[in-house]
């Protein structure tokens, strides 16, 4: 788990890097803090009932951002955009797609009530998340 923490860690700094090259400072969204904290809870709650929890919420959040990137995708390929932005996305998109095909492999087959309530409500917290980040 510290492995595969420390190696998604590592691409998600990347991808961060990349992606504030193309967002000026005042255009960053107000809500960093708040995405922090959640984005803490949304680690470490799962991980109070084991490592299969956390890959399955981890499979969940990458779904989520694999069609989010998709969506970002779609627009440039059907308006246009900046020189250069989409192939910047397309390899996020596919580094997200590995995170979420290789946890959802660790995650394996656990099905209960419980974890289908929880990435249900981690899957309509990002959708929540976006919404807000495109406002504030
Ligand atoms: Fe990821």
């Given at each position: 788990m510290l492995a595969f923490a420390q190696s998604h860690r590592k691409t998600e700094a990347e991808h961060l890097a990349l992606i504030e090259q193309w967002l000026p400072p005042d255009r960053q969204s107000l809500l960093l803090g708040p995405w922090r904290l959640a984005g803490l809870l949304t680690g470490a709650l799962p991980a109070l009932f084991g490592r299969r929890a956390m890959y399955k919420t981890i499979a969940t959040v990458e779904t989520f951002v694999d069609k989010h990137y998709q969506q970002q995708v779609d627009y440039l390929m059907n308006l246009g955009g900046p020189e250069g932005l989409l192939p910047v996305l397309l390899r996020c998109q596919a580094d997200e797609q590995h995170h979420r095909d290789q946890a959802a492999a660790l995650g394996?087959?656990?099905?209960?009530r419980f974890i289908h309530m929880w990435c249900w409500t981690v899957s309509f917290g990002s959708k929540v998340a976006v919404a807000l980040a495109r406002r504030l």
């Open positions: 394996g087959d656990l099905s209960n």
